[in-house]
């Protein structure tokens, strides 16, 4: 899957078709989903952050996710994007100004960790602040599914994971139905069924 991007080579003043490709998903193990990302500090809009957010989009389109953060992507920015088709955010340097006191657990679940789900406790609302790929400076309310994707993206940016809010127990439950899940999925694909 790729969208074709128009580039402009000012320098030999001829234009080129780029195939933008989606970016690698790692996994649970992987070092950077635990490391806190700087702020970034680049002048925007520019094109590296254009086409880091074009891919970051078809990522999350490719694997069927309503947020990916750039270090789920192995990339080294302070940079998510959460939605979908219809309404997306991109959220450079994202901050939560305010909380509310209202609490939702729900499940949740993340790209790095497939077919593992485990209820959560989020704030129903937040206030939250960010750039955009255009420099623009957001401050929006943000409510239900959308906060609680704002606030599972954020943590990943501060090198944080959301199983970090489940006791051990339950975690462990959780794991084994992830392993139940994995199975089947991998018994339907072997024969030849789309889940």
């Known amino acids: 899957m790729s969208?074709?991007?128009l580039v402009?080579?000012?320098s030999k003043a001829i234009s080129q078709n780029e195939v933008i490709e989606p970016l690698p998903l790692y996994g649970e193990g992987f070092e950077m989903l635990y490391k806190s990302i700087?702020?970034?500090?680049?002048v925007l809009p520019n094109p590296l952050m254009n086409k880091l957010v074009q891919r970051l989009k078809l990522t999350m389109k490719l694997y069927a996710g309503i947020g990916l953060s750039a270090n789920q992507c192995g990339v080294y920015q302070r940079v998510f994007v959460i939605g979908h088709e219809d309404y997306q955010l991109v959220c450079i340097n994202p901050k939560v100004t305010h909380v509310s006191e209202q609490i939702e657990k729900s499940n949740e679940g993340c790209l790095s960790y497939p077919g593992l789900f485990v209820k959560i406790e989020r704030p129903l609302a937040i206030n939250v602040e960010f750039?955009?790929?255009?420099?623009?400076n957001k401050?929006?309310?943000l409510e239900g599914l959308?906060?609680?994707?704002?606030m599972h993206e954020l943590e990943h940016m501060n090198g944080q994971s959301f199983i970090q809010h489940v006791k051990p127990v339950a975690l462990?439950?959780?794991k084994e139905k992830q392993k139940k899940r994995i199975k089947k999925?991998?018994?339907?694909?072997k024969n030849g069924i789309r889940i």
């Open 139 to 141: 401050q929006l309310k």
């Open 3 to 5: 969208d074709e991007l």
């Open 38 to 42: 700087p702020e970034y500090t680049d």
């Open 172 to 174: 462990s439950i959780a």
């Open 146 to 150: 959308t906060a609680r994707c704002f």
């Open 185 to 189: 999925v991998t018994r339907a694909q």
């Open 8 to 10: 402009i080579d000012t």
């Open 131 to 136: 750039t955009t790929e255009t420099g623009e």
